[in-house]
């Protein structure tokens, strides 16, 4: 359904199939609020990145049936000449506003899937003016400030992270079998990376303008697995093409891989057929700019597994509300 503000919503079941629902128009907006603020709902929102023309963006809006709010990952934000107050960064522009709006001021936790300017560049902002309890993140460093491939980007994420350390209780490093306690109505897993980190398999066979530090941070994902009720989600970062193959596939059970809704890895970008077989999620997100939503690998991989998916390059924010039982999808717009 679709309404005269191009919201559309659609009704599943977990593991089953679409549901035949006919809401108002009038009521939809209302409804979908409602569903997101009521206690015991778990809402996923992956929020729609401007085009900046660096980087793809992920930042993820996550809140508890106990009423937290938790980010996985905070958007884009790049430094200019000016320092780190570049003419976008998602916290202040994208996230903060969204938040303040539906009354939320302090965050529960963030969680970083790793150290790229488009999924901790928001960060850069909110340490600073939005209150945050608690920070995850899988701990990976690449190399150290004498290696060649330590970058300006990992030494400014390595410096947030020692500013959250400072603080008793608040850093917490996560890895693969490691429960996090974010809510009592969920049950939240880390599935990779190991304690050991993965390690590149083949790197002669990397593009020369994808730099070891860059591909190995993708590589090293903090991926997490949400249960709530009935209703499995998977948010798997960057994991890179090759890794989602021949490093998650034999270290993670697939019952443990199996979903009902997948934000997509690497923006959709990098999509292998294996990992979609895996999976099998009824519903994938990614999150990309549109310039490349139409022919993201994402679209035409999870498609052929029987996924519908949704692309915020196209349907703009995207947002799961479930009950435990069911889950519905609104979008913001009706992709064209």
Known sequence: ????????????????????????????????????????????????????????????????????????????????????????????????????????KELDGVIISHAHYDHFGGLVWLVDNFPIKKIFDCGYRFGGKSDANYTAELAHYDKLRERFKQRPGVYQAAHA?????????????????????????????????????????NTNSLMLRIRHGQIVFLLPGDIELEDQVKNLLPSVPREKLKCDILVAPGH???????????????VTVASVFTRWAR????????????????????????????DGQRYEITTQREAE
């Open 1 to 104: 359904m679709v309404t005269k503000t191009g919201m559309r919503i659609r009704l599943f079941q977990a593991m089953g199939c679409v549901l035949g629902v006919t809401i108002p128009c009038a009521l939809l907006v209302a409804q979908a609020h409602a569903a997101a603020t009521s206690p015991g709902k778990f809402v996923m929102r992956v929020l729609e990145i401007p085009d900046i023309n660096r980087g793809a963006g992920l930042a993820i809006v996550l809140q508890t049936p106990g009423g937290r709010t938790y980010l996985y990952d905070t958007g884009t934000g790049y430094p200019d000449k000016d320092g780190w107050a570049s003419d976008h960064n998602s916290g202040r522009d994208l996230i903060a506003p969204f938040l303040r709006q539906r009354g939320v």
């Open 177 to 217: 079998g490691d429960k996090l306690a974010l809510d009592d109505g969920l049950d939240v897993e880390v599935i990779a990376p190991p304690k050991e980190f993965f390690h590149e398999l083949h790197p002669e066979k990397r593009p020369k303008n994808d730099p070891a530090a860059h591909y190995m941070l």
């Open 268 to 282: 959709g970008l990098h999509s292998a057929p294996e990992f979609a077989d895996a999976t099998r999620p009824q």
């Open 295 to 322: 022919n993201c690998s994402a679209r035409r991989v999870f498609g052929a597994v029987g996924s519908k998916v949704y692309v915020t390059g196209l349907h703009g924010n995207v947002q799961v509300v479930s």
